[in-house]
Antibody, heavy 120, light 108 residues
Framework: ELQLVESGGGVVQPGGSLRLSCAAF????????MYWVRQAPGKGLEWVSL????????YYADPVKGRFTISRDNSKNSLYLQMNSLRTEDTALYYC?????????????WGQGTLVTVSS | QSTLTQPASVSGSPGQSITISCTGT????????VSWYQQYPGSAPKLIIY???DRPSGVSYRFSGSKSGNTASLTISGLQADDEADYYC?????????FGGGTKLTVL
């Protein structure tokens, strides 16, 4: 069964760092572009970042550009998000998401999310 | 951050049909594909429409999608109580993914 399992969330002070991980099961990660999408409490979905199949191309939403870094280790079938200089507005549930075809969506599998809370 | 424009809420009675619109620009919806997601409280989103009008296996025929110019639409026919959820549209532009703000569907 295909599954995405996120980990690494927690409570961090403003200015701090966290590294999120996403382990993929039931499929080869290196066949697909992968994404991070977040959802602040009570709010809508917000795209955060994407990385192509081999990690050679990565793109970021403007609010996180220069602070977050997406990466992948296909040998471990895993995706990562390094988050630095965290702000209160980064508080959200972070989803690891798989592309259905290969790139540009749609998003056919979502993890259950890992909660990041930025608070002093 | 740019988002696609959806109505905040729609409602309908059981058995009726409703349509949710999603408006973008010629750079995203007008040029690229659109997908739709259903989300229940406390759960991850689920893909219900992709490539404007295709349904993944297992998604009810009552869900359909269309696009005209820079606006995409999701129609749910024969409304049922368990259709009550949040719905999001999505498209993409150069090196960027976009989501609509979400529409809360209430089944009266």
């Amino acid at each position: 069964e295909l599954q995405l399992v996120e980990s690494g969330g927690g409570v961090v002070q403003p200015g701090g760092s966290l590294r999120l991980s996403c382990a993929a099961f039931g499929f080869r990660l290196d066949d697909y572009t992968m994404y991070w999408v977040r959802q602040a409490p009570g709010k809508g979905l917000e795209w955060v970042s994407l990385v192509n199949w081999d990690g050679g191309r990565a793109y970021y939403a403007d609010p996180v550009k220069g602070r977050f870094t997406i990466s992948r280790d296909n040998s471990k079938n895993s995706l990562y998000l390094q988050m630095n200089s965290l702000r209160t507005e980064d508080t959200a549930l972070y989803y690891c998401v798989k592309d259905k075809w290969g790139s540009n969506g749609p998003f056919d599998y979502w993890g259950q999310g890992t909660l990041v809370t930025v608070s002093s | 951050q740019s988002t696609l424009t959806q109505p905040a809420s729609v409602s309908g009675s059981p058995g009726q049909s409703i349509t949710i619109s999603c408006t973008g620009t010629s750079s995203d919806i007008g040029y690229n594909s659109v997908s739709w997601y259903q989300q229940y409280p406390g759960s991850a989103p689920k893909l219900i429409i992709y490539d404007v009008s295709d349904r993944p296996s297992g998604v009810s025929y009552r869900f359909s999608g269309s696009k005209s110019g820079n606006t995409a639409s999701l129609t749910i026919s024969g409304l049922q109580a368990d259709d009550e959820a949040d719905y999001y549209c999505s498209s993409y532009s150069t090196s960027r993914v976009m989501f609509g703000g979400g529409t809360k569907l209430t089944v009266l």
